[in-house]
């Protein structure tokens, strides 16, 4: 039934009134993997991931959970996921381990309940803290507590919108660590929105790159990043004409150009060219000063496909801003 496949999603669209802010996207999330979903501030992350989850109904297409109809079976698609949401979500006045116990029983988990819940408690470092009230923990620790709380019922799927928004940068290594270790520990699905570039970079097996409503790439990191060409290797050299001569027709060389003070050549691995062109250089008595490599990131990745940066401001936020005046003085 499952044939490996846990989220398969179908032209989905989601309209608020006149806006489209899922546009038809389809994707697969396998059985087992950690899946990103990356893009700027209302790309339409929030949408789809509530569409998944059953808290907001599709305009049009399909999602089936490891084989169920989302639309159709709702209760049993529910019992199949954990979600962790993009807003804070948790009762301050209670301690962390009563979150917990009160989560547990509203998905009915009865056999072994304290156990479970003194596990993931653990899983996600909270020990110490787990018999305070929730007001007195950080940012960080509210985070882990909710993450831990989205996997108390051992769901099938983790939805992770947004996981470590606005924690610092350790913290979110912490985070991004026990993401790992659930999805290690129990095989569990992991899906997450996110978008910081190297969040989607250190965690996900698969990335789909959504702007406006709509997927734009899809793939491994690695696959995306090789999308753009390759590596761009910059060399320093003196004569320089003579060694594009040299090395032009090498076929590790997919563009050669020339630069200010050398060569500007574009390779799959910019690492075999380096030798090859230093070692051609050499016998010919041509002096190299400097070689770098640049790998694309998948920040470069994003700008070649939308012509902006993950980070700009949306569209609808500076129409706004700038109807209201902006800061233009
Ligand atoms: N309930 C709603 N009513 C009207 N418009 C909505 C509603 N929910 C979302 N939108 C709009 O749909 C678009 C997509 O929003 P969504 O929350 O899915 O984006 P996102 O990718 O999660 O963004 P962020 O990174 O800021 O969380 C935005 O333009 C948003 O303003
Ligand atoms: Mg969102």
Redesign the pocket.
Same mark, same amino acid.
């Given at each position: 039934m499952s044939d490996g496949i846990a989220i398969e999603v179908k032209k989905l669209v /989601?309209k608020? $009134?006149s806006?489209t *802010?899922?546009n038809g996207i389809s994707f697969n999330v396998r059985e087992g993997e950690i899946f990103g979903?990356l893009?700027?501030? $209302? *790309? $339409? /992350? &929030? &949408?789809?991931?509530?569409m998944i989850t059953t808290i907001?109904s599709p305009t049009s297409g399909s999602i089936k959970i490891y084989g169920t109809d989302v639309a159709h079976e709702k209760d049993a698609a529910r019992q199949l996921i954990g979600i962790v949401f993009?807003e804070p979500s948790l009762d301050d006045e209670l301690t962390g381990w009563e979150n917990l116990d009160f989560h547990a029983r509203l998905y009915g988990v009865k056999k072994d309940k304290n156990k479970i819940i003194a596990s993931v408690i653990k899983l996600v470092g909270l020990e110490q803290a787990a018999k305070r009230q929730v007001k007195t923990y950080s940012g960080g620790m509210k985070r882990r507590l909710e993450i831990a709380r989205g996997f108390i019922h051992k769901p099938k799927i983790l939805f992770l919108?947004?996981p470590t928004?606005g924690l610092d940068p350790q913290t979110r290594r912490k985070i991004w660590d026990y993401i790992k270790e659930i999805n290690k520990r129990d095989g569990t699905t992991i899906m997450l &929105?996110t978008?910081y570039l190297e969040e989607a970079d250190a965690l996900c097996s698969r990335i789909a790159i959504?702007d406006n $409503?709509k997927i734009i790439r899809s793939g491994t990191s690695e696959e995306l990043k090789r999308s753009l060409g390759g590596d761009v290797v910059r060399i320093g050299v003196d004569k320089k004409k003579q060694l594009f001569g040299l090395v032009k027709r090498n076929k590790l060389i997919k563009k050669i150009k020339e630069s200010n003070d050398g060569l500007e050549i574009t390779a799959t691995d910019g690492t075999k060219v380096i030798p090859i062109v230093a070692k051609i250089a050499d016998s010919h008595k041509i002096n190299i000063s400097y070689a770098t490599i640049k790998r694309p990131s998948l920040e470069d990745v994003f700008i070649r496909l939308t012509g902006k940066s993950i980070r700009d401001e &949306?569209p *609808?936020v500076s129409a706004r801003f700038r109807a209201m005046g902006g800061m233009r003085r």
């Open positions: /989601k608020f $009134g806006l *802010a899922v979903f893009g700027p501030n $209302g *790309a $339409g /992350k &929030t &949408t789809t991931i509530s907001l993009q919108d947004e928004l &929105t978008h959504i $409503g &949306t *609808a």
